[in-house]
């Protein structure tokens, strides 16, 4: 970073306050306000249609609020283009994944970079991600079309990586996929975890999401009806599975 301007009491992290959006007249969101802490994975889960997606799609730039405020380490997000958000360290891996599938892995990964990193050691950058996907690696010249669905998320979460987000925000990262591939992917995401990135993580698949993040949030028809950190929230299982309209769990 050239110049940091943010000021010391700054709050260190993702906030988002305030925050009203939808896609015509009546907003999706409305006075959404919540934080990710530095080092934190936060997670808001909440049933199809909850507004999930349009509040991922609006901490990156690609949607307008018409209130709020949405601010990384002190400093605002609003009114930034997506691509200069992500040059802010703010990533997203969308719920379509957005993977080229008629290019190879190896070429996927390329783009991803030469967009999000231009200048950077590429070497290192791909090296890392080979790492943390070996999957990848051994994949690198197959069509990415031709990779499983749990290997897809692996490469657009990749690719996400290789703009060295300092937040990433993952949409249903486990969307269609078996729960052993599932267990993968938040494994990935748990050496991220110790890495000390900071995540926010939407998820209709609750259980999963609930145990993991530090903190979670349900969110139904836009609004934040519960909430609290992993211990409250995972204890309190057949809460949040009422509000996602989910049966109780079997005991
Ligand atoms: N591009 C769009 N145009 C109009 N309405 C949309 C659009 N995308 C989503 N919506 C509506 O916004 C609400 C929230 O959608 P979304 O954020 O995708 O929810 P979730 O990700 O939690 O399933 C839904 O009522 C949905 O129909
Ligand atoms: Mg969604």
């Not at 015509?24 to 249609?49: D, F, I, M, Q, W």
């Not at 000390?196 to 349900?218: C, K, P, Y």
Request: glycine fraction near 10%.
């Amino acid at each position: 970073m050239a110049h940091d301007t943010t000021h010391d009491t700054a709050f260190a992290g993702l906030a988002v306050d305030g925050l009203t959006v939808g896609y015509g007249k009546a907003p999706v969101l409305e006075g959404l306000s919540l934080t990710v802490p530095r080092g934190k994975v936060v997670a808001v889960v909440g049933p199809n249609g909850a507004g999930k997606s349009t509040l991922v799609r609006t901490i990156s730039g690609l949607l307008r609020p018409t209130a709020g405020r949405i601010d990384y380490d002190g400093e605002s997000l609003l009114r930034r283009r997506p691509d200069l958000v992500a040059r802010h360290g703010v990533l997203m891996v969308p719920e379509t994944r957005d993977i080229f599938g008629g290019m190879s892995v190896w070429e996927n990964l390329k783009v991803a970079f030469d967009n999000l990193d231009p200048g950077g050691d590429e070497a290192a950058a791909f090296e890392r991600v080979y790492t943390l996907f070996p999957i990848l690696r051994e994949r690198r010249e197959q069509l990415a079309g031709n990779l499983s669905g749990g290997q897809q998320q692996m490469l657009a979460i990749a690719r996400a990586l290789l703009g060295r987000p300092k937040l990433l925000m993952l949409d249903e990262p486990s969307l269609g996929l078996a729960r052993i591939v599932i267990r993968d992917i938040y494994a990935a995401l748990q050496v991220l975890r110790e890495q000390g990135l900071t995540v926010l993580l939407v998820e209709q698949n609750a259980t999963m999401a609930v145990a993991f993040a530090d903190h979670s949030l349900v969110l139904v028809n836009g609004r934040i009806v519960l909430q609290g950190p992993r211990e409250t929230m995972a204890g309190n299982e057949d809460m949040v599975r009422h509000y996602l309209g989910a049966p109780p769990a079997a005991r």
